[in-house]
T-cell receptor, first 113, second 114 residues
Framework: EAGVTQFPSHSVIEKGQTVTLRCDPISGHDNLYWYRRVMGKEIKFLLHFVKESKQDESGMPNNRFLAERTGGTYSTLKVQPAELEDSGVYFC???????????FGPGTRLTVL | QQQVKQSPQSLIVQKGGISIINCAYENTAFDYFPWYQQFPGKGPALLIAIRPDVSEKKEGRFTISFNKSAKQFSLHIMDSQPGDSATYFCAASLRSNTGNQFYFGTGTSLTVIP
């Protein structure tokens, strides 16, 4: 069974540009989470989808970040316009509906210059 | 404000030794405490988890010790092996009206020397 996949694995963009990250969760997992880890810091929660609905987006830093999960399958996280402080590794994780066992993707390393 | 504090930041252990990573929390609403292991280029993978109604959980060489009164928990890796070299994250989770919430520590980079 395929695990959680993320694309791209790396992205280097300039300040002010737009980047879209994609996450494909494990098939059948209703829960999808986005996290971010800035170097040396904790893995920080961004938001949580249950199917296509945003259950909790309290961790989203500001309105430059937009997450979608159309059809309740894959999810995208768009950063527009990107700022230097947005650099970090963005992880996606998925889980079955009523469990707390999360499966993480390999992450997307975003560098904003 | 960091919900889960993890130490040390890095750890070097000889092969066969015991690796110990510590975490502390404040929120007594946390009711699930997982540990994740991350190898370079991979995402964190669940290693072992514990609920606060038990003081210890062991799976192979990995043991979680949980001290509810002190609000601390730790990961012990017995007979550490070079293949255990990775970054380890502790986490704490609680149920809220918006679903399960997870808070992670800052990670510990473990190096096991042959």
């Amino acid at each position: 069974e395929a695990g959680v996949t993320q694309f791209p694995s790396h992205s280097v963009i300039e300040k002010g540009q737009t980047v879209t990250l994609r996450c494909d969760p494990i098939s059948g997992h209703d829960n999808l989470y986005w996290y971010r880890r800035v170097m040396g810091k904790e893995i920080k929660f961004l938001l949580h989808f249950v199917k296509e609905s945003k259950q909790d987006e309290s961790g989203m830093p500001n309105n430059r970040f937009l997450a979608e999960r159309t059809g309740g399958t894959y999810s995208t996280l768009k950063v527009q316009p990107a700022e230097l402080e947005d650099s970090g590794v963005y992880f996606c994780a998925s889980s079955l509906r009523d469990t707390r066992v999360q499966f993480f993707g390999p992450g997307t390393r975003l560098t904003v210059l | 404000q960091q919900q889960v504090k993890q130490s040390p930041q890095s750890l070097i252990v000889q092969k066969g030794g015991i690796s110990i990573i510590n975490c502390a929390y404040e929120n007594t609403a946390f009711d699930y405490f997982p540990w994740y292991q991350q190898f370079p280029g991979k995402g964190p993978a669940l290693l072992i988890a514990i609920r606060p109604d038990v003081s210890e959980k062991k799976e192979g060489r990995f043991t979680i010790s949980f001290n509810k009164s002190a609000k601390q928990f730790s990961l012990h890796i017995m007979d550490s092996q070079p293949g255990d070299s990775a970054t380890y994250f502790c986490a704490a989770s609680l149920r809220s009206n918006t679903g399960n919430q997870f808070y992670f520590g800052t990670g510990t980079s473990l190096t096991v020397i042959p």
